[in-house]
């Protein structure tokens, strides 16, 4: 695996735009996810309205893998149900434990760049982190 | 350039590999020579078997082997005495024995613990934990900018009421070396007993535990050509007799009843369970090769690529180097940094894509890395075995990162 295939293009995009990197102006939910090994750090934040993820961003500071991460996380899941952003959480860390099939990964657009990260066993937990944040916060969330 | 050690550590003459292996982690683990593998598998092929009690005759060499590696321990850190060496797992273990039996036995409340701000957690949980369990203060020594320490803040923090002082040799964050013969005489001043982490220090500088006057020092194999599981607390005599044991089980009684047991003299009192034979003689062939080396040759050969490194890297403008940014009499060959703009362990993955193995992270040093005002630093640390290539790769890998992430030309 060439390391080209982790820091591609699309990575390094979400890397340097702060385009998500933000606070909302009426969040319904903030979560607190870290990765203790690394230090990175995300606050995710969502506004839901009668189950609708209508926006998302997060702050937060750390490596390009999980900064990117979760800046692609945030495009996806704008407009989304809770339970379908609930199964891309699902499919993504399929997708990193290398449990998916090719054809199952397409509604992760943008995110399937990080697949490869499965090679990079000290990096999964940066990948997964925005993930599991979404995962706690919408877990909360269900009536 | 040739380096005359090399040809001894297979894992750097490996031919078949993807990539090459430039290996500059040093200060986690080193590489281990021939004469350490070799030695410790003519043990398990020709006498493995469980030491002090057999009564045939390669249960008695193990025990014959695992005593001499504790003889030649004694005589390489200049202990008085064998039994002032009690084997363990590693510097950590060390560290929390100590803690435990000599801390939880004489520790009183309000009493003080004194450490630096740049200890590695193995010589901060164990203090910190110590303190909150027996009411005491743990105090820190704070640092300048360079990572050293002054005279000024040790005379400050030092008081009557300080009752342990811990303290590294060498940091594992920033390679200070610290002046241990004036803090252990500091301490000593006012009572307080001195624990010394020497785990990066042994590995490049002679330790005289005599000539120091330290009461405790410890260290771990690993770190110093050894095995790994082999670890080393050297404790003065009367020190170890007054404490209790800090793990009970065999090999370390007298007589055992019902109810009550007497425990065996040092060291074996502190040392509860079959020991770690193997492990005991790869650090005895260790200590070895680097005698037969010379600390000397070792110094001698770090500093050039210690200066060199820093040279190099003050070269480049993004970089950022913590604790001292020339070779000094203090500086040893660990080398923090970060790479403006991009995270350590971008920069760590970056660079083992070309095979080079450094670390990233807080390094075990947490209070340290936000006393620094950091979330976490590259390092890397340097050996014997180490080239001036070895340091030109790396550099040409370092030049690329931020290439690879956008940033800059």
Not at chain 2, 321 to 346: A, C, M, Q, T, W
Request: glycine fraction near 6%; hydrophobic fraction near 40%; charge should be negative.
């Amino acid at each position: 695996m060439g390391i080209e295939n982790i820091y591609s293009d699309i990575l390094r995009e979400h890397a340097n735009s702060n385009h998500n990197k933000h606070h909302l102006g009426h969040p319904t939910q903030t979560q607190r996810g870290i990765n203790p090994s690394c230090g990175d750090e995300i606050e995710l934040e969502l506004e839901l309205e009668d189950g609708i993820i209508k926006d998302a961003s997060f702050v937060g500071s750390g490596c390009a893998i999980s900064q990117a991460s979760a800046s692609i996380m945030v495009d996806l899941i704008k407009g989304k149900s809770i339970e379908e952003a609930k199964e891309l959480a699902k499919t993504f860390t399929g997708m990193i434990k290398n449990e998916m099939k090719e054809e199952d990964l397409e509604v992760l657009e943008d995110a399937i760049a990080l697949k490869d990260i499965s090679h990079m066993p000290a990096r999964v937990k940066c990948a997964v982190l925005g993930w599991h944040t979404l995962e706690e916060s919408i877990k909360e969330n269900q009536e | 350039m040739s380096n005359p050690y090399r040809k001894d550590f297979p894992l750097l003459n490996q031919k078949e590999r993807s990539k090459p292996l430039i290996y500059l982690d040093n200060a986690a683990t080193t590489q281990k020579p021939d004469a350490v593998l070799n030695a410790m598998e003519e043990y398990y092929k020709e006498y493995n078997a469980n030491p002090y009690r057999g009564l045939y005759d390669i249960s008695e060499k193990a025990t014959e082997k695992y005593e001499e590696a504790r003889r030649i321990t004694a005589e390489f850190i200049h202990a008085k005495d064998s039994a002032e060496i009690i084997f363990t797992r590693n510097a950590t273990e060390s560290l929390n024995l100590i803690a435990y039996s000599f801390g939880r036995s004489f520790l009183k409340e309000g009493e003080e613990i004194l450490i630096p701000i740049s200890e590695h957690h193995s010589n901060l949980l164990p203090w910190q934990q110590l303190a909150r369990e027996k009411k005491a203060v743990l105090n820190y020594l704070y640092l300048d900018e360079s990572g050293n320490l002054s005279e000024e803040e040790l005379e400050a923090k030092i008081t009557e009421k300080t009752r342990i002082v811990a303290f590294a040799y060498v940091s594992n964050v920033l390679g200070t070396i610290y002046p241990v013969k004036e803090i252990v005489e500091k301490a000593h001043s006012v009572g307080a007993v001195t624990v010394v982490d020497c785990a990066q220090s042994i590995p490049h500088y002679p330790l005289d535990v005599e000539a120091l006057g330290v009461d405790f020092a410890v260290f771990s194999g690993h770190k110093m050509l050894g095995p790994m599981g082999i670890g080393v607390l050297y404790g003065k005599k009367a020190l170890l007799e007054s404490m209790p044991p800090f793990l009970t089980g065999g090999e370390m009684i007298d007589f055992v009843s019902e109810q009550e047991a007497t425990f065996a003299p040092l060291p074996q009192k502190f040392e509860a369970g079959t020991p770690n034979v193997g492990g005991a003689i790869g650090l005895m062939e260790a200590i070895a090769y680097i005698k037969d080396t010379g600390y000397d040759k070792i110094k001698a050969a770090e500093e050039e690529l210690t200066a060199y490194a820093l040279d190099r890297l003050r070269e480049l403008s993004y970089v950022t180097i913590y604790g001292e940014k020339y070779l000094k009499e203090n500086r040893s060959g660990v080398i923090s940094f970060n790479v403006e703009g991009v995270h350590p362990h971008d920069v760590s993955s970056l660079l083992d894509a070309d095979g080079v193995c450094i670390r990233a992270g807080h390094h075990c040093a947490q209070p340290l890395m936000h006393y620094m005002g950091v979330a976490a630093t590259c390092r890397a640390s340097f050996y014997f075995y180490n080239t001036k290539e070895d340091i030109d790769s790396f550099i040409e890998s370092l030049k690329k990162v931020r290439r690879w992430l956008g940033i800059g030309n």
